[in-house]
């Protein structure tokens, strides 16, 4: 049976370190504001630093341990390449102001990434620039102010969301200064368009959605909400975390989206790092171009260089062009896959999530609420589970990992109550999903009290996290502190 | 040779099994109108090919570790040690995402508690976050933290930040209804100027936001009286750092900043062309519920075990939604990773001797420029790793002949600061020998 | 910076708890006479300093990604996918040693047996070794075990196999009263000679050794016939392989060989100068008592779960001692795990892909040779993807010139060969591209 | 408590894997040669593999995971740098045949690499051909006949070896053809100097020891020796698996040695490699010299070249040159430490192994056979636990498995029964060594049944080794057959 490792790991500060040296003025700098008081870091030789982080190491789960069906988050594998080619050093080593002359392998890098995203997305033209999903929609959001503004239409300032967006969704149009205005979703799991037409007015900046959304549902009525949304002199933002979907079956910029962020650590294979870093490029229509940040990439006579000239652009967004390695890695995968990889991808994506659906729904322990077609992903309920056995969604998640298994995305979107959000993606085996499913099932008859204190195979067990939020320890010195009260 | 997606080969197994008969069916949902048939872009590539064609764009890049660069602006050259990027290439840390269930990332979040203490000890205040996307949206958060926790509107700084920083500030703040002022540079010292300060500094100000060293590579002299400015105010001390400099130079936290901000890549990060970034971001324990960003804390497991967790989630984005301290949710943590890897292996002492070498060559490397005779100085205040010259020649015409040399000259400042004509900022770091000095030096002598 | 030894800083900690004053009294059992003060060796250097020095040393190598390399001879440049090289660095892997405890190996004892079953089945034998060397220590092992089951002493081997080769043999059978006879080639065909061979074929035969493709890239068409001469004899057919061909020519398990040897580099493993170097060894099950080297077994744990372990090893030296089948110790398990891993990627279709691409390139590359008018066919056989040509101008000029335009030619074999004047071994693989052998020629059309 | 990760991962071809395509007949091949049944190995797509090798990685102790006190191994640290550097192309991606003007780097490295050696050892000259120790035994055994039979001395059939050698010097021996006689040792612990001058005579061809010997004894006679060795016409041979105990301290060249071989991978911090590759450089005195392989690497006005008119030589003992990337990585090493880090690696090795020994034969649980001082390894005797609790060494290292410690080398040298042999090396810390101790301590007090079962914390439990060998399963093929006879 799967465990995880588990080592006693402790802190980096409480392993021995050597004596710091004591520190001598520097001549050249006022005394009164050099640092003399060592930095109250440990000296510790290389051996073990290096054990120090691989026991951190073993004592995490990535992709490369298995499934991780992070419904969302579209944890797909990371092919070997493409991180291997982020690291040659003639694309690492570069500096960010380094003479064109000296950069066109890279620009042309770039120049060809946002035309491969245009293609892809149907859009008009594209910047690299945000650094995750969150920042390109904090883009997208400036670009609809730029565009309002420049049409002097300077009292648009709601941006409706429907009620199952992502959480950044709202954040991003409220940081931007914008009025969020969310609506429920139909019956179906879609947007409401007769109350879409209803919140629509000459104060709406723009309408926020994925598609398909956050349950995996394919809105259908795309083209007409893109009808009335502009016709109420609105613009359309595709948030595109999913569209791992419809790779090479559907653009957005067809479906009459007018802005579109891409998470290129979701849909194009790069890695999520723990968190990052990600890539979140916006694509825009031919009317919002002007606005896009500097600077843009432009071709001339074979050469690349950057262009600053741009007088309308709302001006940066992130301080050079753009996670760079992370772009290197969706290019790499994009010129892997091509057009037949891509569409065979979101096939496949969408076959799995159906495949695990069905069975997982026949197995009749779990609830699949709203429309039953869809996409890539899908969202179970257990509140039968709940109510009968007071098995809570949580639960589930815990104890999967006993399994060796990630757990899925659990409560969202908040409209599915006890939400386990289920995204297996394409590069999951049929073996890997029957697995799955059939923990899931087994889970579902298991002990409430077993569930309960799951899991037991993980490096600790269930984690109090509420004692974390009562007692702030947020660094070292919060623990010397704690530990010496106590 | 192999592909990702294995269930191609299972296709229609799977298909029988939901009682469909194609693929297609499963996009029967999508409007016939906009579905399409095929992208137009060429088609797959083996990884033998595509490392292929890779090759042949890096080859039309010029590395830094072919071409000598003094370049300054921030990003430059630092030493990575082979085990940062060892750790960092362990697939358990890098294939991983947001540690939402901690019981099976506990390896993650027991580093990334590490790196915000690592931050903490550094900068000298009492929390740090675990990563902004990088120093410029840092900038941009404290601002509108400031904002939050002053519930004023005016926001000060530098006018000689970089621009892209000023721009990307100006980006973050502009919905919420904040005004940016920009408070001069003292022509002589390249400081700030304090009189200017003093004048600007009144109760509608939500924060104070001054580069140590800034931008023109100036350490601040006077910071303890920019301190006493500060302190009595309900205004905020938001403070941008170089972490190498922290070394030798005083943390913010001992000249009582609220906020600290900086830009993390050169701890054990690439320059990558401008990516690779790290947002550093830290603040006094009492400003944490209006910090942006993941925060790690330390607790315990249902036996009682020290464990790991995010903590604060409340003021996330995934559970406060519109009213969260920020929209950020994917950070920059790999990208920290490799930075508390860095710090631990420099460790109190290396951390000393790196700061020092930078300090060091920051110093030869003027004198070296001067010493040509090519160059003189504009500013007097004492600087880091970076600083500004102006050429006492045509400055692009200096810099294309050093490129044909395979050197890199500085950043002209014209085009940002049209009061420092003919300006260079050059910068330089630990990697820096006695050759390249020399290299340089007998370039400007024969170019110039 | 930190060093790699923790306890110099406890060191007198340590004495003290020793009762001893200094270093120096851990080492007063050495004579005095021959203790020494110090190398005669540079101080050491920082990992930034020795960095910076290996990497001057490194710009004065050419590496074939740089240089257009044609050589033949065994090695030559294979795509190797970046998962090997993910794989063999984690340090799991590579910072262990020999499995003795098999409870904390499994992960690397089951990649062994697996392997081991990779190179059965790529080779048709029954069983495989963990690996040796590389293929020429292999051969000369196979001499040895030819011996230790005919117990006759007399070992055939072609005469065209690599001097490199044939002089590891020597050394490793000259001690042990072994004769090494060879074979001649088939002067038209590049083959072996079969005439001769049935000639040298009698009682006193420990083995014949064949390569297949030969030195000369030779496939051997014959093999059969060679099968049935050897068959109902004692003798043991010894076959050497390359392992990229097998996917598309019959493996020697087929043609009743009893050991079959080869060099494994090609199989995920770099150039590397030479080294990496991998020593596939194959043999029948009833001859494993006599192999050398490890052999990695299926077995039970002490629930009965599966598990594996090191087997057979009162074969091997710290058992047997002065008696065992070998003196082998450490073998070169990192590169067979590489070679495991890029079977594994490969594939069953991938690997077909690759030996196909591997023959069909080096058709091409004949040709494009011949094309140019500046070359001659010396031999009739058919070639897997290396061959020799016959220039028809001085060789040496001609590598020479080619060099400076960046296109390394093939190898020289007169200086090993006396009767194939002014001939070269070119060699190619599945990395060339179109581009690759229209250069060539155009070099060729400019130089000759 | 320490926990090993656990996955039940199934052979690569127990996995699900795509059908194989159909061969067709590849023009100009007969058909009779080609190979038209695929080959049995499955076809995974690389996620999968990915995993697979995850897993098993994970299921595997190294240097990196903790405490790995092989004796007689030196388990050190390897550093990443030297990791590193020895896959960079322009070292990497080197054919063995290239034009000298193209490797001016490599040959640069190992010209300086063998000086290096040559000061350290205090030999004449270096070779770095051989593969791996017991290669460079065999090299050095080779030498030795070449030697005699130069000096038309053909009558030398006997090498001489102490009963506490490494199994590789009487096997390496008997494979050049020589007599093995081992003679066994004093009640010190080392030689027998009154029974070698009996054994010497004038068949004997060399004597070979290694210094300090498996025991971590300095043999302080080894001047004595060398001369009456010499005084009989042999050749002294130095096995240089030890050599981390003396570095800078003292040098078998000095103590009279004629031919020594080194374990780069041992005392030079280039890794193990879970069984290799190493290298085992072959150093001689100035008579021996013209024996060594081809190519010998030269050194004319400031180039680099290979050497192959050496007349004398015995030829080749390896395709090539040696295993470059072990002798890059110990060139790094090398470099890094320069004479006072290597030094400090002897004294430090040598007090880290004297305080092991000291707390553990403190503890009284343990035997310490023979004389007390040691240098970097020592051996322990649980004589006195079997014959009181029946407590083997077998189990005391199976039980600190437990402990997330890797156990040391058992059964060796085969005269202390019941041996445990302990090299901690330079790179442990002191609480790591602590933490070893109390183990070692604790488990000695441990129930025998609890040790008998051992370990429980491994991915599987004690191997059933007897099984192994009655029922040889060795390949896949062989499994499935085993399994189709149930
Ligand atoms: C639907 C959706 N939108 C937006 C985001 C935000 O993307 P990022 O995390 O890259 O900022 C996410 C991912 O977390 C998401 O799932
Ligand atoms: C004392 C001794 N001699 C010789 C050897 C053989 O070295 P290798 O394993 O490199 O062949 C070893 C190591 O295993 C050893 O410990």
């Known amino acids: 049976m799967f465990r995880f490792a588990r080592y006693n790991e402790p802190l980096i500060f409480e392993l021995p370190s050597r004596e710091t040296r004591e520190r001598t003025p520097i001549p050249g700098i006022p005394r009164k504001i050099q640092r003399l008081k060592p930095i109250s870091i440990p000296n510790i030789e290389e051996p073990r630093v290096a054990r120090h982080f691989h026991h951190l190491s073993q004592m995490n789960y990535g992709v490369d341990t298995g499934i991780y069906p992070l419904g969302s988050c579209t944890m797909k594998y990371n092919p070997k390449i493409c991180e291997e080619i982020a690291r040659w050093e003639e694309f690492s080593c570069l500096h960010p102001h380094q003479d064109a002359s000296t950069v066109q392998g890279i620009l042309q890098m770039m120049y060809e990434l946002e035309e491969m995203l245009v293609e892809i997305t149907g859009m008009h033209a594209f910047t690299l620039q945000p650094a995750a999903g969150a920042h390109g929609e904090l883009l997208g959001m400036l670009l609809t102010r730029a565009y309002h503004e420049n049409n002097s239409d300077n009292n ?53 959605i994925t598609n398909p959304n956050t349950l995996g549902i394919f809105e259908d009525n795309i083209l007409e909400i893109a009808e009335c949304v502009h016709d109420a002199g609105a613009l359309l933002y595709y948030d595109g975390a999913n569209m791992n979907a419809i790779l090479g079956k559907a653009r957005p910029g067809d479906m009459g989206f007018d802005i579109v962020h891409l998470n290129l650590h979701k849909t194009f294979s790069t890695p999520h790092g723990g968190g990052g870093p990600g890539s979140g490029p916006i694509g825009v229509n031919r009317e919002l171009e002007e606005f896009l940040p500097i600077p843009r990439i432009i071709k001339e006579k074979n050469r690349y260089r950057f262009d600053y000239d741009k007088p309308k652009s709302i001006g940066k967004i992130k301080e050079f062009y753009g996670n760079i390695s992370v772009l290197l890695k969706a290019y790499t995968y994009i010129k892997m896959m091509g057009y037949n990889g891509l569409r065979e991808t979101s096939e496949i994506a969408v076959l799995n999530a159906n495949y695990m659906k069905k069975k997982i729904v026949d197995s009749k322990r779990y609830e699949l609420p709203y ?3 869809r996409k890539h992903e899908f969202v179970l309920s257990c509140e039968k589970l709940k109510e009968e056995k007071n098995i ?17 995305t659990v409560y969202f979107p908040l409209i599915v109550k006890e939400a386990l959000m289920i995204e297996p993606t394409e590069t999951e085996s049929k073996e890997d999903l029957d697995r799955y499913i059939d923990a899931l099932i087994e889970i579902a008859d298991e002990d409430v009290e077993k569930l309960k204190n799951a899991p037991y195979n993980t490096p600790i067990g269930r984690v109090d996290e509420v004692y974390a939020t009562r007692n702030l320890i947020l660094t070292w010195r919060d623990f010397k502190e704690e530990m010496s009260e106590k | 040779m192999p592909g990702f997606i294995p269930n191609v080969s299972w296709k229609n197994d799977m298909l029988k099994s939901l009682g469909l008969s194609s693929i297609d069916e499963l996009f029967s949902d999508i409007p016939e109108k906009i579905r399409i048939d095929k992208l137009n872009l060429p088609k797959g590539l083996s990884q033998q090919e595509v490392e292929r064609e890779l090759s042949f764009l890096a080859d039309k890049n010029i590395s830094c570790k072919k071409l000598l660069s003094f370049l300054g602006g921030g990003v430059k050259p630092h030493y990575i040690p082979a085990i940062v990027k060892s750790i960092i290439s362990r697939s358990e840390f890098y294939t991983a995402y947001t540690p939402y269930q901690p019981e099976a990332s506990q390896g993650f979040l027991q580093a990334m508690f590490e790196y915000q203490s690592m931050i903490a000890e550094l900068t000298g205040m009492e929390v740090a976050n ?48 904040i005004e940016v002022k920009e408070i001069r540079y003292n022509r002589e010292t390249g400081g700030i100027d304090l009189d200017d300060l003093k004048k600007n500094l009144d109760d509608t100000v939500s924060g104070v936001y001054l580069e140590n060293p800034n931008f023109f590579g100036i350490i601040e002299e006077e910071i303890y009286e920019i301190q006493e400015l500060i302190e009595d105010r309900k205004t905020l001390f938001v403070v941008g750092i170089d972490p190498i400099s922290l070394g030798i130079l005083k943390p913010p936290g001992e000249y009582n900043a609220d906020i600290v901000i900086g830009e993390g890549r050169a701890l054990g990060n690439p320059m990558d062309f401008g990516g690779s970034s790290l947002g550093i971001f830290a603040c006094k324990k009492k400003y944490i519920r209006q910090m942006p960003g993941r925060i790690i804390g330390l607790t315990k497991d249902i036996n009682g075990n020290r464990a790991f967790c995010m903590t604060l ?28 890897v860095y710090i631990t292996w420099l460790g109190s002492d290396g951390f000393y001797d790196i700061s020092r070498r930078n300090f060091e060559n920051g110093q030869k490397l003027m004198e070296i420029l001067l010493d040509s005779g090519r160059f003189e100085r504009i500013f007097t205040g004492i600087h880091f790793n970076e600083f500004v010259l102006r050429y006492k020649g045509d400055v692009s015409k200096f810099n294309t002949l050093l490129l044909e040399k395979g050197i890199h000259s500085g950043l002209p400042l014209e085009a940002y600061f049209p009061e420092l004509k003919k300006t260079l900022l050059f910068g330089v770091t630990e990697v820096y020998g006695e050759d390249d000095f020399n290299r340089l030096y007998s370039a400007i002598m024969e170019v110039s």
Not at chain 1, 392 to 408: E, F, N, T
Not at chain 2, 324 to 331: G, L
Request: proline share 3%; glycine share 6%; aromatic share 4%.
């Open chain 1, 392 to 408: 809570r969604a949580a639960d589930i998640a815990k104890r999967l990992l006993d399994y060796g298994l990630h757990a899925p």
């Open chain 1, 371 to 373: 429309k039953q077609m």
């Open chain 2, 313 to 340: 989630q409340t003021r996330e984005q995934h559970i406060r939604r519109g009213k969260a301290t920020s929209n950020i949710c994917t950070n920059n943590g790999l990208n920290a990773l490799a930075a508390l």
């Open chain 2, 130 to 177: 675990a990563s902004m996307y990088d120093a410029a949206t840092s900038l941009g958060e404290a601002a509108l933290m400031s904002t939050r926790i002053t519930h004023e509107k005016c926001f000060l700084i530098p006018e000689n930040i970089s621009w892209e920083r000023k721009s990307v500030l100006h980006n973050y703040v502009k919905g919420t209804g």
């Open chain 1, 156 to 208: 648009r300032k709601d941006v409706i969301i429907p009620d199952t967006a992502h959480g950044t969704n709202p954040a991003s149009a409220s940081i931007a200064g914008f009025n969020v205005i969310e609506i429920p979703s139909n019956k179906d799991g879609t947007v409401d368009v007769k109350l879409l037409k209803k919140s629509l007015s000459d104060k709406t900046a723009c309408f926020m």
